[in-house]
């Protein structure tokens, strides 16, 4: 079956703009979760969704916002796009709370 | 302030020895523990994990030791085979998410 679906793959914003990223999951999965990953922090958790609600929240600013719609697929929202917002963006799903993740491979954002 | 960390940035190991991975973690309330596997341009890929309850577990040439009084855990890979350059990540999963180290880079040339 189909694994974790990010797109685009690759996309270059400007300071200042905003930006949006879709996250397919695994057909079945309620869950998807989303992880910014960059060269000095690691993998951060943003967020996760499991059945159109928001349940978990990292520390990271107002201006990154998600939803889940009823089909599972996810959007990822970031405003105001700063520079030290360029990282690798990934999504992540599984199939109930108690489940292991699937990674998508990521969307790559350069913000210049 | 990271809680979980990996302190060597980068390994380099020779084809057929052993590759070690290290990965401290700082709250003695985390109980389980993964470690992914990352390929550039490729997601994270879930590779073994461990639970509090157990000090070792193996799978194949992978296995994954745990020290929970030192708050260690360590991944041995044996042999190393040039397939498993890649970016490695202990984590842990608690309150619903994954908390990640900041890698490890495995080079393992012939």
């Known amino acids: 079956k189909a694994g974790v679906t990010q797109t685009p793959r690759y996309l270059i914003k400007t300071r200042g703009q905003q930006v949006t990223l879709s996250c397919s999951p695994i057909?079945?999965?309620?869950?998807v979760s989303w992880y910014q990953q960059t060269p000095g922090q690691g993998l951060q958790f943003l967020f996760e969704?499991?059945?159109?609600?928001?349940?978990n929240k990292g520390n990271f600013p107002g201006r990154f916002s998600g939803r889940q719609f009823s089909n599972s697929r996810s959007e990822m929202n970031v405003s105001t796009l700063e520079l030290g917002d360029s990282a690798l963006y990934l999504c992540?799903?599984?199939?109930?709370?108690?489940?292991?993740?699937?990674f998508g491979s990521g969307t790559r954002l350069t913000v210049v | 302030d990271q809680q979980v960390k990996q302190n060597s940035p980068s390994l380099s190991v020779q084809e057929g020895r052993i590759s070690i991975l290290n990965c401290d973690y700082t709250n003695s309330m985390f109980d389980y523990f993964l470690w992914y596997k990352k390929y550039p341009a490729e997601g994270p890929t879930f590779l073994i994990s461990i639970s509090s309850i157990k000090d070792k577990n193996e799978d194949g040439r992978f296995t994954v030791f745990l020290n929970k009084s030192a708050k260690h855990l360590s991944l041995h890979i044996v042999p190393s085979q040039p397939g498993d350059s890649a970016v490695y990540f202990c984590a842990t999963h608690n309150t619903d998410k994954l908390i990640f180290g900041t890698g490890t880079r495995l080079q393992v040339f012939p």
């Open positions: 992540a799903s599984r199939q109930g709370l108690s489940e292991g993740y699937t």
């Open positions: 057909s079945g999965h309620r869950s």
């Open positions: 969704y499991f059945s159109e609600t928001q349940r």
